[in-house]
């Protein structure tokens, strides 16, 4: 046994003293190397980096005064808070007939805005504001109650007006001039603190922004890395001059706080939506008929095209805008007002901030050889007026590409007029495509019911149409007023 201790004790200093010799004598030394980030100079020289040797971005950072666009959009960004009256039942009988009276109005959420004009309008989004029984501001330690004067949950904004004159609105700039790149800040009011600034880039614009967006329903938005929380949502989207360009409205994230990207609503947009709500109620949607694709090398292969540049016109309804300034299949739309359109989105954005009545100038390239032509928009009712209570809702109107065809919802003033509860029309077919085309509908026939059925949302017909297998009986009325009963058989 003390043999064993003996070798043991002999081979741990032995170690000790093998790793003692080889570290200080035969290990190969470390070399380290220092690398400057900017040439050696002498101590007695004053050394400033030239732009050429740093990139235009770095420079830009550098120069970057962000105080003064600040300081010009803070002012104008308002804390809201939505206010819900909580229910409760009035007796064991009343819960179970669901009567309720309501109690006194609770804090549900809050959000920012901004002041539109000085004499009290607000923009906000509509998420922060929906299901509110009363809207509350509060700018610079001033509260308001505020009257909600319309909404576009489409493209998520509300407006609001407030007793007061003298506000401090900003400035709107145009969100056309935003490029990938530029430096933006976004201005919120969170939880009624002070305003808060927050500095980044336009990371994308439009369907740019298609790798990011997951299934999140937005088309027409500028994405952007600056840091939007959720209490900054209605916030303002502001260039380096301090002038707004959107309306921050969303955030993706899977845990609901800042993950690298949010959303905004672009001013151009917003300002449309903003004074048809002022003097509608209701925004006035422009349509084209007109149905678009974004060109890829596939669809440029396939269609025999030579360029991926513009928007590749799919289908065209008949007796529509579009079609009236003789747009045809097949062409590809390069410019509108002299604006280039190099996606779907973009085009849509333009048209956007259009309104029914409105005259565009569009370059398009038919066989080789570029057109111009004038279009003259339409309202979803097929002409150019002003639409009050026959305004359409985006869910009012739908495309099935399933069924090559769009659909809408009848007006009230056309139920009252056919006499009729409910009703889908079908303003386009598509001729070369879809399956509607086999059928024996005609653009401007209306769905009245489906296997006795009534027809009563677009998007429900079209799945419905979709998804039957058997026989089935399709009540229409044609485009000439005469009532029909189609009969097929699904299989």
Do not use: C
């Amino acid at each position: 046994m003390k043999n064993v201790l003996k070798l043991v004790v002999v081979a741990f200093i032995s170690g000790l003293a093998g790793a003692f010799v080889y570290q200080n004598f035969m290990a190969p030394k470390e070399i380290r190397e220092v690398i400057r980030e900017v040439p050696a100079v002498q101590a007695n020289e004053d050394y400033y980096p030239s732009k050429d040797l740093i990139s235009n971005l770095d420079y830009a950072a550098a120069n970057l005064d962000f105080r003064n666009a600040a300081e010009k959009s803070i002012h104008s960004v308002v804390y809201i808070i939505n206010k819900q009256r909580s229910r409760r039942s009035m007796s064991f009988l009343d819960f179970f007939s669901r009567k309720e009276i309501p109690t006194e109005q609770m804090p549900i959420g809050s959000g920012s805005g901004v002041i539109y004009s000085s004499d009290g309008y607000i923009i906000t989004n509509y998420h922060v504001i929906k299901g509110a029984d009363a809207i509350e501001v509060q700018h610079e330690k001033r509260t308001y109650e505020a009257e909600l004067v319309g909404t576009d949950p489409n493209m998520d904004i509300a407006v609001l007006k407030i007793k007061a004159n003298n506000l401090p609105a900003i400035e709107i700039g145009k969100s056309a001039n935003a490029k990938v790149g530029d430096w933006v800040l976004a201005v919120g009011n969170p939880f009624n603190l002070t305003s808060t600034v927050t500095a980044g880039i336009v990371s994308a614009i439009g369907s740019d922004a298609n790798a990011v967006r997951e299934n999140f329903p937005i088309e027409l938005y500028i994405q952007t890395d600056a840091a939007i929380n959720p209490g900054n949502s209605g916030g303002a989207l502001v260039n380096i001059d301090g002038e707004l360009i959107g309306i921050n409205t969303s955030i993706i994230s899977r845990t609901g706080s800042y993950a690298g990207y949010g959303f905004a609503v672009p001013s151009d947009v917003v300002v449309k939506i903003v004074e048809d709500l002022k003097k509608y109620k209701v925004v006035q949607i422009a349509y084209t008929g007109v149905e678009l694709a974004d060109i890829n090398s596939d669809l440029a292969r396939q269609e025999g095209l030579n360029s991926l540049n513009g928007v590749f016109v799919k289908s065209v309804q008949r007796d529509g805008a579009s079609d009236n300034a003789g747009i045809r299949s097949g062409d590809v739309i390069r410019m509108i007002n002299n604006s280039e359109v190099n996606s779907k989105s973009k085009f849509d954005e333009i048209v956007s901030s259009l309104s029914p009545g409105d005259k565009v100038l569009v370059a398009y390239e038919r066989g080789g050889r570029m057109r111009e032509t004038t279009m003259t928009l339409e309202n979803a009712l097929g002409n150019t007026e002003i639409l009050g209570s026959d305004a359409l809702k985006a869910e009012d109107i739908y495309f099935s590409d399933f069924l090559g065809a769009e659909l809408r919802v009848l007006t009230r003033s056309e139920l009252e007029d056919l006499r009729l509860k409910v009703g889908v029309k079908v303003t386009s077919i598509n001729k070369e495509r879809g399956f509607l085309r086999r059928l024996d509908l005609e653009e401007g026939d209306i769905i009245v019911a489906i296997n006795r059925r009534g027809a009563a949302q677009p998007k429900a017909v079209a799945n419905y149409l979709e998804k039957y297998y058997g026989r089935i009986y399709i009540d229409i009325i044609d485009r000439n007023g005469r009532d029909r009963t189609l009969t097929y058989t699904f299989q």
